[in-house]
């Protein structure tokens, strides 16, 4: 415990209780211990991320979800309907697909990603859920019979200007998938693209929700607003989070 303290963790009494747990012997325990001093991420380092209750695989580079996204999954489960159609885009661990599932009865999930390390820890995160995963950029892998069909849209998508990237969190910068975090010129250009093809994929009433920025909020509701869709904004001072829902009102 006094070594991940002197290595600034901030949390190092719960940590060091994680760690013991995880290890299994104490030449397991000092490597992992010396990893975190490091600062490797937690959670990359015992296997598992705690999200929405679930226990989500998270393999070495791959985003974690973060808790504030937390509030994003409630609103979704909130808004989707038994059995509904969930298409989780820029999944990376799969957290949000897997957790929407366990919370909507009968959902029929679907999760892409572009980063083939993410996919691959998605899939066992995904599949208990029945859901499926597929490699590639944003819409491009689905299936085509989605079209038109999808009710909620997760996409946790990058939203972290590029010239911001050096300010975060060395555990996020040096040990996370920069296409995970790098939303280009203004954090929007993933949104951009996402939001261009919702309505296509979207069914008559079904709902685009995505996390962004507080000082972000703004535009991407005009560019939700300049794809098709109705757009709204909710915040939480709980969660920290902004979250972005736009709606396919047209038929």
């Known amino acids: 415990m006094a070594r991940l303290r002197a290595a600034g963790c901030v949390f190092a009494e719960a940590e060091a209780e994680l760690l013991i747990s995880a290890a299994g012997t104490p030449a397991r325990l000092a490597a992992m211990v010396g990893l ?8 990359h380092i015992v296997g598992w991320a705690e999200f929405a209750g679930l226990r989500i695989s998270v393999d070495p580079g791959v985003f974690v979800p973060r808790r504030r996204t937390e509030f994003l999954v409630r609103r979704a489960v909130a808004l989707a309907p038994a059995g509904a159609v ?3 885009l820029c999944c990376g ?8 599932a366990a919370g909507v009865t009968g959902a029929e999930l679907h ?8 996919v691959r820890c998605a899939r066992r995160n995904v599949l208990p859920f029945g859901g499926r995963v597929y490699e590639g950029d944003l819409y491009a892998p689905l299936p085509a019979g989605l079209r038109g069909r999808v009710d909620v849209l997760l996409a946790n998508v990058p939203y972290v200007p590029t010239e911001e990237i050096g300010l975060l969190p060395a555990e996020a910068r040096e040990h996370e998938a920069r296409v995970a975090l790098d939303g280009g010129t203004d954090g929007l250009d993933v949104l951009r693209r996402v939001a261009a093809g919702a309505v296509g994929w979207l069914a008559p009433g079904g709902r685009l929700l995505f996390e962004t920025g507080e000082r972000q909020a ?3 509701l005009d560019i939700v607003a300049d794809a098709g869709l109705s757009p709204a904004v909710e915040h939480s001072d709980t969660w920290w989070a902004t979250v972005v829902i736009g709606t396919r009102t047209t038929s």
Do not use: K, N, Q
């Open 36 to 43: 975190r001093a490091a600062g490797r991420p937690l959670e």
């Open 218 to 220: 703004e535009r991407a």
């Open 111 to 118: 999760a892409a990603d572009i980063d083939p390390a993410a």
């Open 86 to 88: 969930v298409t989780d």
């Open 93 to 100: 661990s799969g957290a949000l697909g897997a957790a929407l």
